[in-house]
């Protein structure tokens, strides 16, 4: 990245927003594309689901997001993120009790 040149268009008037600020969105935008649509994505392949019936895909996007959400609480920053998926899937009664249930 050091010496490649990025161009972005905006609708924000110079005077109002500082280039720190606009860089400060941008890379928050990519933190955002980085950590939730790419383990939605490539992980759990959810682009290629799809429905017909209405509402369906709401509920299923709303289901993905809370087990994120869980996977998250319950990670511990001393592993990757897909270890923990992966201990969650293969032995998922070991987690309960991270999550108050079973004592």
């Known amino acids: 990245m050091l010496g490649e040149t990025h161009y972005y268009v905006t609708s924000c ?35 290629r689901h799809y429905t017909k019936r209405p509402g369906l895909g709401e509920s299923f996007a709303s ?14 920053s001393d ?10 899937q293969w032995r998922p009664f070991d987690i309960l009790p991270r999550l108050g249930f079973l004592g």
């Open 79 to 88: 592993r990757p993120l897909r270890a923990t998926a992966e201990l969650v």
């Open 13 to 47: 008037a110079p005077e109002r927003v500082t280039a720190n600020q606009l860089s400060t969105a941008i890379r928050g935008h990519w933190q955002i594309e980085n950590c939730l649509h790419f383990v939605k994505d490539r992980w759990w392949d959810e682009d």
């Open 63 to 76: 289901l993905t997001n809370a087990a994120l959400s869980l996977l998250r609480l319950i990670h511990p």
